[in-house]
């Protein structure tokens, strides 16, 4: 051990009550910071999940017309430049099977689906609502969505094998009063369809359970007298954190709109940003106070150990030498009072995952949803030891700075 | 007990020439030495006597390096150090000269034998348990062998100065400077703490220069300095 560490455990002793303080603020401050982050960002990935599950990483909807090209074919004119970055889009992905098959040759990409949307009217045999119908391929969908996963009731195999078929959202199953082998009409531009339910999915988004309804790709074609292309391709990426990227790479090659699930979200997103982002202000409240008890503590130790600097500065210690003995006193504090933070965070984002807490809405879930990520450990250790250090290098520097010979004379005489 | 040879005595230790000091600022600036010279040598010991105000303090602060001339020179073990940095004075301090304190100034949370194992880790030259033992040797020489242990606070006057003692011999320094080291004990402690002092400098062959207004201790002195009005008669 150092002899300025082994001094700075020793004068931590000197203000017991003062440094625990110091100390409980840096635990309490540690701990909150990485709950409530826990819990911020454990609903946000749970949203993020089950937009996921429902969307895919990327939508790659309409083609965008080069504007550029047919303004030079119709000839310069002095509006030229205005509209140069104007673009217009084609509705829908007419060469859904080739768009399909280049999008596949990206990396990151691990499953595409051609859909087919339009709007429909539900009725049953009590009611009549207004839906959207989603035609799919399944063995292509599943592969970019939970919607395996997400089915409550019925089988998915019996939607595979059944042209007529239909997947219901839980909700719009519920208001429509409709269960697995029921049948029910679709009535679109004047055509109508009989179909039966082949199961019932919930993915907790409500908007999403009460409306879609996803039929056979074939189905929907000939319900919405669309005989070829796809209204959009559902993508999954394997890494969907970089599906901005992808998606600008797609639209650049494929000519293409392309959103990534960022943009999509962006509302939700930006909620849940503001969130953590005011939780973690809030909660540094207390790293801040952590930080002006030691700030204090140290001012204190600085005042009643002058004597001791004096004498150590006279036994060669250099000014570096003080310093760094006050700074170990705040970093001793500073390694407790993370790791008994760490430990309170990990306690108490254990028991809060534990609390009862149904929300049904933009997800659906029981209880609270935490997380586990070692980046909150790490953050909240890192604003604790910032503030804390920055605010201990001043009474450190103050010590560094007293001459020994004024102190000696001072106490002589 | 002999911790080191002596084979050194006579040699100059320290020499300063023409130093001057100004005290305070404005109005109330003080003109406290006005070009003192002095030098010391090994195995010698120096009183430097004279009224309250004087300067005595003053000089040995400026000796010791804990504080800096307005003017005049300082030589360590032959050594220009007056116009070095911080660093570099801190460093010859830790090195050359050991320090005792009217006040014992000792650091009332660590052991005897900590204290005075405190200047030996900063030099960083012996080993922990050359250091350990060389603590050991020299509590027992300032007779507090059996209480290497007892914490600052359990320790009573007279003992935490003989502590400081040997605190101040611990890195074998050239100069041994001390500030009425027997001024705040009894006479019978004063006696105890004057003569462990000089045997033991003078067994290690260092120059010891002590300000005192005990007039006894003086003429117990090699040589005495009298001061007045920041010069030597």
Partial sequence: MSPNLRIAFRFLTAKKRAMFMSL?????????????????????????????????????????????????????????????????????????????EAVREFANVRGVSAVVRGNVQITSALKTEDAQIFGIKIEDHVRVSDLAEQITRGKLDDFRDSPSGALLGRVLADRLQLVVGDSFVLTSRGQSRRVHVAAIYETGYREVDKSNIYLQIGEARSLLRRPAGATFLQVSLFDPSRAPQDAAKMEQVLGHGAKPWQEREKTWLAVF?????????????????????????????????????????????????????????????????????????????????????????IFKTDRFIVTWDPNHYLAAIATAVVMVMVASLIPARRAARLEPGDIVRGTAQ | MSLAPSSIAGELALRCTGLHRHLGQGEGRVHVLKGVSFEARRGQVYAIVGPSGCGKST???LLGLLDQPDQGQIEINGKLMSNHDDVARTAARGEHIGFVFQFHFLM???????????????????PQAAMTARAHDLLEAVGLGTKTHRLGTQLSGGEQQRVAVARALANQPAILLADEPTGNLDAKNSGVVFDLLTRLAKEQGQAIVLVTHNAEIAQRCDFTRPMRDGLFI
């Avoid at chain 1, 409240?285 to 503590?297: D, G, Y």
């Fill in chain 1, 273 to 361: 940003r503001a969130l953590r982002v005011s939780t973690m202000i809030t909660v540094s409240v207390f790293t801040l106070i952590a930080s002006l008890a030691m700030f204090n503590t140290l001012a204190m130790i600085v005042l009643e150990k002058t004597k001791d600097i004096a004498i150590l500065r006279s036994m060669g210690y250099e000014r570096r030498d003080i310093t760094q003995i006050f700074l170990w006193q705040a970093g001793i504090v500073l390694a407790i009072g993370a790791m008994a933070g760490a430990l309170l965070g990990a306690g108490v984002t254990w028991l809060v995952g534990q609390v009862p807490l149904p929300i049904n809405g």
């Fill in chain 1, 24 to 100: 409980s603020c840096t635990v309490l401050g540690v701990g909150l910071f990485i709950v409530t982050q826990a819990t911020t960002s454990g609903f946000e990935r749970f949203f993020t999940k089950t937009i996921l599950g429902i969307n895919g990483a990327v939508r790659i909807e309409d083609k965008i017309q080069d504007t550029m090209r047919s303004m030079a074919a119709a000839g310069a004119s002095d509006s030229y430049f205005a509209q140069r970055e104007g673009v217009k889009y084609i509705e829908g992905v007419e060469e859904a099977l080739l768009i399909a």
């Fill in chain 2, 59 to 61: 000089l040995l602060y």
């Fill in chain 2, 108 to 126: 009332l949370e660590f052991t005897a034998l900590e204290n005075v194992m405190m200047p030996m880790r900063k030099l960083g030259r012996l």
